[in-house]
């Protein structure tokens, strides 16, 4: 890959020095690991500060650990946290990938190694109506994990 290809389409290039904040790896157009995300509504271009191994494994793995978390978890918090939003639809990192104000999420990515635009989708989201449906099931599962019929009566005494 030729340095001409990563700054291509309005796109930059890693700042010198620039490494992963995950791995600790340098980031640079020889390794081809540099990533853009591009967020939405501002639909700004901006450096991702991990790698693009990293990238890839949160756009295979956030959707399913989102789901695993709130079906595990046993702090309402928690739990109330994780629905708050509903399920996650693009990948997001505040470290990685951070938001400037008025931004509501990832919308694409850009990858120096081949100079194409990739989808932020994660593997196995839902949108639309499929959301909506999963997002009320997430929920009638939190409102009736581990409660037993009376269980509100048992905390007055």
Request: one cysteine or more; a negative charge; glycine letters at 8%.
């Amino acid at each position: 890959m030729s340095a001409s290809s990563v700054g291509d389409n309005n796109h930059g290039m890693p700042a010198d020095g620039m490494c992963c904040l995950c791995t600790m790896e340098d980031i640079t157009v020889e390794d081809g690991n540099y990533v853009e995300y591009q967020s939405h509504p501002s639909m700004k271009w901006q450096p991702a500060q991990f790698e693009l191994c990293v990238i890839q494994q949160l756009i295979e793995t956030q959707f399913e650990q989102y789901i695993n978390l709130v079906k595990k978890t046993d702090c309402q918090a928690t739990l109330r946290r994780l629905l708050e939003k509903g399920p996650p639809i693009y990948v997001a990192d505040k470290v990685a990938l951070p938001l400037d104000d008025g931004d509501t999420h990832v919308c694409k990515l850009w990858f120096g190694a081949d100079g194409q635009e990739h989808s932020a989708k994660l593997k196995g989201a839902v949108e639309g109506e499929a959301r909506d449906k999963l997002w009320a099931e997430l929920r009638e599962f939190i409102i009736h994990e581990g409660r037993e019929e009376g269980d509100e009566d048992d905390a007055d005494t």
